[in-house]
């Protein structure tokens, strides 16, 4: 599928911004990684900041250094550089525990129902509805059965962004509360348009909040061994299986982490863009089976 | 050691902040005004990029106990060693056992406190600076608390009370100011009648103006074009499909109220940016105080690049007068 041409535009006298297309897309995605890893191979002096998220990227430069219109000339041509290849990406899955429909993300919901669409019931019941899913459960099958591309990590430090590798009919789509909570537990896992999050620390929010993980992801102590070499699980480009869990794994789980020795199974795994394409089933079957 | 009596509304520790994480949602924190911040750290002899105190609308009532030189610039609000009023933007020394208060604050929103030596928190990712949203980084990763202590590290050569700043290079703390934009992002989805309201409207600070980013009020709203609103975008017209938001960048919510990110930003999010403040005017928003006003003036890259090129002179000349 073509996604149509970029839009380049500055952002004030530091940034520029690249819209490679205006609604969410796989290809979207994939070329906006394309290009921002290979010119954070270039270590192009500087550059400062290079932010890949979801179907645009950010870059931050310091126009004394390099010229503004330098700058932009550049991004145009590793656009063409990257252009029609295959895109392949060798990166990781990540296993991620959820305990679906969990108390403490029903307690804050509870509080919050002023603010809803539908305040007599709850956000995953919501969500399965207005997704012409016949159940909660089969709900839970849909969002934990194929996995999920980190599409972009941010808002807050840590949290990132993801999107289902399935195909668009079979996308969840749920709109955002009508108004944000001012409260949502840390290590949520929220919904909003196409887009799923963990709420990498506690606070404001509008997502839907469908469950919780017990898997810290974002720690600045940095005590488990999975955060050992940075504060921060996400990477854009990481790969996420959600593994359905109940209130007692979930329990064991948080000994674990309180106890430091919590640790996530995570896989080295290569993604090709067109076999994903040709046969998503295929595709997604040959990631999960990297966990097993 | 510095004790603190009483912490202020928001002080916590700064310096020139923490670049290259923004691609996982750290912003780059640091001073909101970079030059008073360099200013400050001058006049006590430090090295322009220790980490100082950047305290917010209310000053901290701190006692010292051992001897110290420090420095306050920024916004007019005088510190007071044992009650007695001290100048601004001068060095001065301080007394082991000396409580340094503030007055209240008569222009300006942030002043900087520092101490010859600066102060010493671990750094975390190349910087000393709070990151308050994410939890780490300055004092235990938040304002100051009454009760918390301090330490700050031995003072350099070139430290010592009575250096003066010339008045003509502190900072301008103007109540009604103009803020330079550069279009682009997605002003194209911005009727034309509510872009040029945008530039004509006079507007307000709202109470809402922290670190992360200022809010204003008080102009007309903002219509959007209509467009159908693409997959993954969310419902309202100024949802955009989750981007990276640039530091200066405007963004209006519901197309109510513009809010200008500033160096603890949100990294990204769903709303349309419409243009974003020069870099040369970062430092004049810090200064911003609730209610005081701003029009946005249009210009365009040379002007902006004209404009941070006299920003880098001003540095420059406070650099060599305090050499």
């Known amino acids: 599928m073509a996604i149509g041409t970029a839009r380049y535009t500055f952002g004030g006298d530091e940034h520029v911004f690249v819209e490679l297309s205006e609604e969410m897309s796989l290809e979207a995605f994939f070329k906006g990684m394309a290009i921002t890893s290979a010119l954070d191979r270039r270590k192009v002096p500087g550059v400062t900041e290079i932010c890949p998220s979801n179907a645009s990227y950010l870059v931050r430069f310091d126009p004394d250094r390099i010229r503004a219109d330098e700058m932009m000339k550049l991004l ?38 002023e603010r809803h669409q539908d305040p007599n019931s709850t956000d995953i019941e919501y969500a399965a509805r207005v997704n012409k899913l016949p159940s909660v459960d089969a709900f839970i099958e849909a969002h934990s059965g194929s996995p999920w591309f980190v599409s972009m990590v941010g808002f807050v430090a840590g949290l990132p962004f993801l999107y289902q590798l399935v195909e668009r009919a079979r996308q969840i789509q749920v709109p955002k509360y009508l108004r944000p909570r001012t409260d949502t537990p840390k290590l949520t896992i929220g919904h909003g348009g196409c887009f799923s999050c963990i709420y990498s620390v506690r606070g404001a929010g509008g997502y839907q909040m469908f469950g919780i993980t017990p898997a810290p992801i974002f720690e600045p102590s940095q005590g488990l061994p999975y955060l050992k070499d940075f504060m921060c699980l996400f990477r854009p480009g990481d790969i996420v299986k959600w593994k359905p869990i109940d209130r007692e794994q979930y329990d064991a789980a948080v000994k674990e982490v309180e106890a430091g020795r919590f640790d996530l199974k995570i896989r080295p795994v290569q993604f090709s863009l067109s076999k994903f394409l040709a046969d998503p089933a295929r595709t997604n079957a040959k990631l999960v089976e990297a966990l097993t | ?33 970079q030059y008073s911040f360099r200013a400050a750290n001058l006049l006590v002899g430090n090295d322009e990029n220790a980490a100082v105190l950047e305290c917010t609308l209310v000053g901290p009532e701190l006692r010292f106990t ?32 000396t409580v340094v208060s503030f007055d209240f604050m008569r222009l300006g929103a942030r002043a900087y406190l520092a101490v010859a030596g600066g102060i010493d928190v671990p750094t975390v990712l190349g910087s000393r600076s709070t990151y308050g949203l994410g939890a780490f980084g300055g004092f235990q990763g938040r304002k100051l608390a009454a009760g918390d202590t301090l330490s700050f590290g031995t003072p350099g050569a070139g430290a010592r009370a009575g250096r003066r700043l010339d008045p003509g290079l502190a900072a301008a703390l103007p109540k009604e100011l103009e803020l330079r934009v550069l279009t682009g992002l997605y002003w194209h989805r911005v009727t034309d009648e509510s872009q040029a309201a945008f530039f004509e409207d006079t507007w307000s600070v709202a109470p809402e103006a922290d670190r992360i980013g200022y809010r204003y009020r008080h102009g007309r709203a903002l219509q959007f074009r209509d467009h159908p609103q693409p997959f993954g ?22 197309g109510l109220e513009p809010i200008i990110l500033h160096r603890d930003a949100v990294s990204g999010g769903g709303y349309a940016m419409i243009g974003t403040v020069i870099s040369a005017d970062m430092d004049r928003i810090a200064q911003m105080q609730p209610n005081y006003k701003a029009k946005f003036v249009e210009v365009q890259m040379d002007a902006a690049l004209a404009a941070r090129a006299d920003y880098k002179q001003r540095l420059q000349r406070l650099r060599a007068e305090l050499a």
């Open chain 1, 76 to 113: 145009q041509q590793l656009e063409k550089e990257v252009g029609a290849a295959d895109l392949q990406l060798d990166t990781r899955i990540i296993e991620i525990p959820v305990y679906y429909n969990d108390p403490w993300t029903r307690e804050t919901l509870m509080r919050f129902r």
């Open chain 2, 1 to 33: 050691m510095i004790e603190v009596l009483k912490p202020g509304l928001a002080t916590t520790v700064q310096d020139a902040g923490r670049p290259g994480y923004y691609n996982v949602g750290i912003p780059l924190s640091g001073a909101l005004d």
């Open chain 2, 66 to 97: 051992r001897d110290a030189v420090i420095a306050v610039t920024g916004a007019q609000m005088a510190p007071k060693l044992d009650g007695a009023t001290g100048a601004l933007n001068e060095s001065i020394a301080v007394k082991a056992g």
């Open chain 2, 233 to 254: 975008a969310g419902s309202d017209p100024s949802n955009i499909v989750d981007a990276g938001y640039p530091y200066g960048s405007i963004q209006v919510p519901g």
